[in-house]
């Protein structure tokens, strides 16, 4: 990924004018923060939020330029400035990624009520698409209320970029939630076997600092694993 920085930089060099190049070397910075390959996320932060700046600058109406402007304000906790950026992007029938991340927008928001058409739509828009039915719906169903969805979604799920080790968790939440006791025992003890060191769901419940999101979560989550004596150490 930092090896495709150069030639998006050559790039500007050759045009200064090409907003998509400043674009795509936005969402190389930002990229590196999110998949946890950087070495100085900061630093990247700043670079990619120069960069969406510039490409907002020389292209403000293309879909590349919202959406790193978008992604520079969801780095930076902004979610109800990045959502209208990343509606507008998703206009764009290529940026199903937009589509989804104003449903999540509207998640970390603390509102999955809202999330959840943007998220389907997505889905429906391209359901190879590894952003659209990922672990965003199924919680967004389960911060909902509607645990006993979110279970089967949860059980179903095998996509990449899934939070492989949170989403048992998620899911037994998801069953203790609805109330499925005989799959939420199974689970349970599958899971005692599995994670000895008792690894909380930390990613999804750090998404989102909003006061609302982190109610939900931890009604939804939090207090039905602790009940099941899951993560006592940590308090």
Do not use: C
Not at 40 to 48: F, I, K, T
Not at 115 to 135: D, G
Not at 161 to 175: I, S
Not at 189 to 217: D, G, I, V
């Amino acid at each position: 990924m930092r090896a495709s920085l150069p030639p998006y930089l050559r790039a500007l060099e050759v045009e200064p004018r090409l907003g998509n190049a400043a674009a795509q070397a936005a969402f190389t910075h930002l990229n590196l923060r999110i998949n946890g390959f950087s070495q100085d996320p900061e630093p990247d932060l700043r670079e990619g939020a120069r960069l969406a700046a510039l490409a907002m600058e020389l292209a403000p109406e293309a879909s590349t330029s919202l959406s790193a402007q978008a992604t520079v304000l969801r780095h930076q906790d902004r979610f109800a400035e990045a959502l209208p950026l990343h509606e507008r992007a998703a206009a764009d029938p290529a940026r199903v990624n937009d589509q989804a991340n104003a449903g999540l927008m509207h998640l970390l928001l603390g509102d999955p009520e809202a999330a959840q058409p943007p998220l389907r739509a997505a889905l429906e828009r391209a359901p190879w698409h590894t952003f659209s039915p990922n672990w965003r719906g199924h919680l967004a169903l389960l911060l909902a209320g509607e645990a006993d969805q979110a279970a089967e979604a949860f059980l179903t799920a095998d996509r990449l970029h899934y939070l492989p080790a949170e989403r048992p968790f998620l899911r037994l939440a998801a069953l203790l939630g609805a109330r499925r006791s005989a799959g939420a025992e199974a689970l349970n003890a599958k899971l005692r076997q599995q994670f000895p060191a008792r690894t909380e769901p930390r990613r999804a419940a750090l998404a989102s600092n909003e006061p609302r999101y982190r109610a939900l979560f931890e009604t939804a989550v939090l207090t039905p694993l602790r009940q099941m004596g899951w993560f006592q150490a940590a308090q």
